[in-house]
């Protein structure tokens, strides 16, 4: 009987692709590859260290999976940062961000921890493959790792290492490989994707897309989280030409403040993010544009958080995703005076959640009474199809048999907490 293998995933899309990567590595090995709620002889967990609260999760999940009785092995960022961390918890494997694929030795030989702690002498891209579906209508693929930008906040250049690109060769294989196994769309994500290329002779992210788009069985090619200087002249001419690309950006701010922006040292400024989006919506005029934002950053004043609210409101934003600030060891951010409390970040963060529930049911209405292809993804627990649109609605309808991993018109009827609620055409 073949041994049964589970992992999850705490954070991000290029996470979400190095664990079923992995998971390809033990289905070749002849694995059976079961729910993590399921009863299996080893669970995987694929940690995150972006926030404290992906920390605590990432540990909490260990723990979880240890109470089973079973293998208990860990990868990712946090296990990069900590390992010793989690050995102490009780994970038997602990591998960090890099040489993944040795997880298959060490399931025989353990307890082992093995993580690089110098990751910034990584130079090569760690090529990992996904050949079979595992039950998805929308693929991650992962084309970048790696970051240079040393933003003061940021844990991941520390634990992920410098930025790297996957050769370009490889990514059209992989993406043809999903292309085979009947998937529609595919979400193209790195940890600063937009570097890719610039390790590389001849290829950027645009030629990535580009190249995507040229293959026929892909429906869609959705772009992961950039941030406003990506958003060049070519990149919109690319945009409004090529109807496969879809008009949802995940387009990084973290603050409206250019002092804060400055002390969190990003690369840009709030006129130059607001001239990103006044440019994308002319080509693209239902372009979903949703962000990121850090509530209550090292010395971030209360002026600076009103002139945040203020100016994500002028923008009409799609969708924010809100994160007090929490201090990472090691960063600079950590070590800046003037630190808020955590009544103090947390009331920030709660007025910008507050906005944003405001801005995404405003964008939502909009399209109320209108007719929008719907890629479908599955059934859910109210046994209704569910499934996204090119501007990443989330729709639900009534159907019958045969939608799955199918594009189909809906129109939206009503709007409910998450999403919309419409009719099959």
């Known amino acids: 009987m073949a041994k049964k293998v589970a992992a999850t995933t705490v954070g991000c899309k290029v996470n979400q692709y190095d664990t079923k990567a992995l998971l390809q590595k033990f289905l070749d090995a002849g694995y059976e590859v079961v729910n993590f709620a399921d009863e299996a002889d080893i669970y995987i967990i694929n940690t995150c260290s972006v926030t404290n609260v992906s920390d605590k999760k990432s540990r909490q999940m260990v723990r979880r999976a240890k109470a089973r009785g079973a293998v208990v092995a860990v990868m990712g960022c946090s296990s990069q ?26 399931v025989e030989n353990f307890p082992v921890i093995d993580h690089n702690p110098n990751v910034t002498t990584m130079i090569n891209f760690e090529a990992d493959h996904v050949d079979s579906r595992m039950g998805k209508t929308r693929a991650f693929l992962k084309i970048q790792d790696g970051c240079d930008n040393f933003c003061t906040y940021c844990v991941v250049p520390h634990v992920r290492g410098p930025s790297r690109s996957r050769p370009f060769d490889d990514v059209m294989a992989q993406a043809c490989r999903f292309a085979e196994m009947g998937c529609k769309e595919i979400v193209v994500a790195g940890i600063h ?6 390790d590389l002779k001849g290829h950027n992210l645009l030629s990535v897309l580009q190249g ?82 850090i509530a209550g950053f090292s010395g971030e004043s209360e002026e600076n958080h009103r002139e945040t609210l ?37 009331r920030r963060a709660k007025e910008l959640e507050n906005l944003g529930v405001k801005l995404k049911a405003l964008y939502y209405d909009r399209f109320v009474g209108q007719t929008l292809p719907v890629l479908v993804e599955g059934r859910n627990v109210a046994g209704f199809y569910e499934g996204k649109t090119t501007n990443y609605l989330s729709v639900c309808f009534e159907g019958k048999e045969g939608h799955e991993n199918s594009i189909v018109d809906v129109r939206l009827n009503t709007l409910f907490d998450d999403g919309a609620i419409g009719v099959l055409q």
């Open 81 to 106: 940062a900590r390992p010793e961390d989690f050995a102490k918890i009780g994970a038997d494997i602990v591998l960090g961000t890099a040489n993944r694929g040795k997880i298959l030795e060490y």
């Open 193 to 198: 994707v937009a570097s890719y290329g610039k």
């Open 212 to 293: 995507i788009c040229e293959i026929d069985c892909i429906k869609r090619v959705r772009l992961s989280s950039v941030e406003p200087n990506v958003i060049t002249e070519e990149f919109l001419e690319f945009a409004a030409a090529q109807p496969k690309f879809c008009d949802h950006l995940h387009l990084s701010l973290q603050s409206g403040s250019d002092a804060v922006l400055a002390a969190m040292n990003r690369k840009y400024t709030a006129r130059q993010y607001a001239d990103a989006v006044s440019a994308l919506r002319k080509v693209l005029p239902n372009i979903s544009i949703t962000t990121d934002i």
């Open 310 to 346: 203020d100016f994500i409101d002028d923008l009409a934003l799609s969708a924010l995703h809100v994160f007090p600030f929490a201090a990472k060891e090691g960063t600079v951010a950590a070590m800046l005076p003037n630190q808020h409390s955590r009544q103090v970040k947390s």
